[in-house]
């Protein structure tokens, strides 16, 4: 399997347009659990990350639910500024965010590393849900 670049530009905060390429990062794995990612400047002149994680397969219609009931954001708030659901899309998302540094290398790790842990919180909450679709049915009639 070949690696994926994944390149993070700035956003401008009046315009909202992509304008300048911060970095760019090689992943050799769980890359497709990126939706989108971009930086932003604070107001103190740091550059905050945001990146919105996602699932790594379609969910039916049940999982959805399912996914963000027993998803443990704890597992990766140690490394992030901040973490919240988004469930706006068609599958369960996650933005998150962290803190940017120039240090290419250390930026590779770190996204790695939050990659890694949201993709082992996933196969954690699809083992636990796998015998509760008749729970999560029956939950959506009776709504």
Sequence with gaps: MEDTVIVIMLKDNETGFLDKELGSYTLSENENLIYNTYATEKEDGTIEIFMRLTCD???????????FDYYDDETIKPFVTSI???????????????????NVQYMEQKIHKLLELHKQELLSVYDVIADKKDEYINEETEN
Aim: charged share 35%.
């Design 57 to 67: 397969r379609e969910l039916s219609d049940w999982e959805y639910n399912a996914v």
């Design 84 to 102: 919240n659901e988004d469930d706006e899309f068609f599958n369960p998302c996650w933005n998150i965010t962290f803190e940017f540094s120039d």
